[in-house]
């Protein structure tokens, strides 16, 4: 087999065990993961259209969740409470 050959096969296999890891962790509903799961299975091009195609849902913030408002997190601070207003 030609190294070249080889080495891509290679590769789009990690990427597909990347893109595997990802849809699996996500929220999606089971029926999607599976679609995009032999999607992301097909050398070169799945991880491809994986990447450029697939739009998880948005991660709400733990914080966001616990109290049910909307938050900004300012770095080496504590989290205040956003009030549309600049103070």
């Given at each position: 087999?030609?190294?070249m ?14 893109c ?5 962790r ?5 029926v ?5 799961a ?11 259209l ?15 969740r616990a ?21």
């Open positions: 087999m030609n190294k050959v080889l080495g891509f096969l290679v590769v789009s296999g990690l990427l597909s065990i990347l595997w890891r990802a849809l699996w996500g929220n999606d509903h089971i999607i993961k599976v679609v995009w032999l999607l992301a299975a097909v050398p070169g091009l799945g991880a491809l994986f990447a450029v195609l697939h739009d998880p849902p948005p991660v709400q913030p733990e914080i966001d109290a049910g408002g909307d938050w900004d997190i300012v770095p080496n601070a504590s989290a205040r409470h956003h009030t549309g207003h600049d103070a």
